[in-house]
Every structure is written in C-alpha cells, then in structure tokens.
C-alpha cells in the first residue's frame, strides 16, 4: 500500500471518528437510557487516536499519552516546575478520589489554602529544557497539538517534537554538536 493510500485511509478514518463523538455528543442531551457516558468517552478515545495516526502517518508533531502513577487534580493541580541543569522535578496535587463522584463538577484548589494536602513530586531524568504556562484549557482550541492527539488534563509526549527541532538548530552552532544525540530526544506536555 502506498503513503498516499494510507494518508487517504486515515483521513477517512478521522472523519468516521469525528462523526462518531458528534453522534455521541447528540446522545448526551436527551434523557439517557444508558451507556452515553461510556460511548462518549470511548468515541473522545477513537478520535484521539485517529488524530495521531493521521499525524504520525504525515510525519507531523502529535502527541502521545504517557503513563504517570499518579493522576493530578483536575480542578487545580497548581503545578511547581523545579529545575537546574541536573535535575527537574513536576510538584502537584493529587487526584481526590471521591467514590461518589459523577462527572458532573470539580473541586476548585487554591494556593493559599494551608489545609493538608497530597502532592506528588515526578522527576524527569536527563531533561535539558521545560516550558510551563499558557495556553490554559480556555484556549485549547489554539494549541498547535489540538486536532493531533491533545488531551486535557494528561501527561503526553510529542512525537516529532518542532520544539526540539528548534532546540536542535541552536545547538548546532557549538563546535561540539553531534547530530546523532538529538535523534531520541523526545518532548513532554502536560496539559492541565
């Protein structure tokens, strides 16, 4: 089969999964009569993973989900970056598990709270730069990754990272640059 042919297929396979979450958002608005929840998540699943194909197929930036042991607070994770040369480490709070939880809300943190908290603290090893910040999730249709794999509210890796392209042309300039230790770097988001 050839690239043209498997792009095609792909895209095809998008528009299906496009069409999908739109019928399973339709499902959402009248009375439920069961499983809406289910196949809207699911049909959010199917999309994402039709965004990356198409992109990885196209050799385009996408975005990957990356396992973490611990989910952040939805509500307000209110993140710390911490950073030298050596070593980076990601602080934030902890997904409160409410076993009555139906979907429907968030609790809100804020940082001048001094009630108990847990926290997790992630080390990246060998990380040699970090973005924090903008765009938040009112913006997220803006983010360049939309439409190429982007969750909110997950930790994702960026396959064809432009970031480390970059990254890469202002090494370049050293007289030490060795292009072959570029090739396995890869970049992390995480998307509040």
Known sequence: MSISVSVTDLQSALKAAQMRLKRAVQALAPKHRGGELQEFAAAQQALLEAERALAAAQNEPHAVP??????????APLPYLLQNDYRTFLVFFLRDVDPKWDGTYVNIRHANNLSPSN??????????CTKMGTPNDEVFHGHPLNGKGLRGYSPLRVK???????????????????PESWRNLHSVTAKQ
């Not at 926290?119 to 990246?124: R, W």
């Not at 432009?162 to 060795?178: A, P, Q």
Request: proline share 3%; net charge negative.
């Open 160 to 178: 064809n990272s432009l970031w480390i392209k970059e990254l890469e042309v202002i090494n370049s300039m050293h007289c030490g640059y060795r």
């Open 119 to 128: 926290l997790a603290v992630i080390e990246f090893k060998r990380c040699i």
């Open 66 to 75: 990356v396992e973490f042991p611990v989910q952040w607070d939805t509500g």
